[in-house]
């Protein structure tokens, strides 16, 4: 494992590493679409032969811990240090999320349609989120897509849908 082998080459480091690693938790919602974009550019990352993105590995301060300690290690502290609001890696991980050439990346990529589904789901939660951030949107929505022989594609509210199924 890629961090097993950094463990590696820091063992003699005078007076052991300092890991840092974000939390992926967003006390503020602004935060949000940052997390979410991590997390899409890591599971498209996971479908690559080689990869040279920034993010290539999700690894929470939890898992760190927990392989410093199968490294025999000993965790002398943990701390939380609020990120700065308006982080560029933040803005160009998001940007980076929604653009049309990383969905094409993710068709070329993704080895089934369930892992192009989960990618996509993240990269479409991401964009929401990014919409609620900015004011777009006031809250996460349930929307049903209803797909009937006699006509292409409709969305209609959840009530709608078992209202209509229940006739």
């Known amino acids: 494992m890629l961090i097993l082998d950094t463990f590696r080459v820091l063992e003699h480091s005078s007076e052991g590493p300092i890991l840092v690693e974000w939390s ?7 935060v949000r679409p940052h997390v979410l974009a991590a997390l899409v550019q890591a599971a498209l990352e996971c479908c690559k032969a080689k990869s040279f993105s920034n993010v290539r590995i999700v690894l929470t301060p ?27 890696d933040g803005q160009c991980k998001v940007s980076t999320c929604l653009a049309s050439a990383f ?23 991401c964009e929401v989120s990014l919409e609620v951030v900015l004011g777009i949107r006031s809250a996460v929505q349930m929307k049903v897509v209803r797909i ?20």
């Open 148 to 167: 009937d022989k006699s006509f292409r594609s409709s969305d209609l509210m959840l009530e709608d849908f078992c209202t209509s199924r229940s006739r």
């Open 24 to 30: 992926l938790a967003a006390r503020d919602p602004s």
């Open 62 to 88: 939890k898992r760190l811990s927990e392989l410093a300690l199968a490294f025999r290690w000993q965790v002398k502290r943990t701390t939380r240090v609020p990120g700065g609001e308006g982080s560029l």
């Open 103 to 125: 969905t094409r990346q993710i068709y070329e990529h993704a080895n089934d349609g369930r892992e192009r589904g989960v990618i996509l789901a993240l990269s479409d939660a």
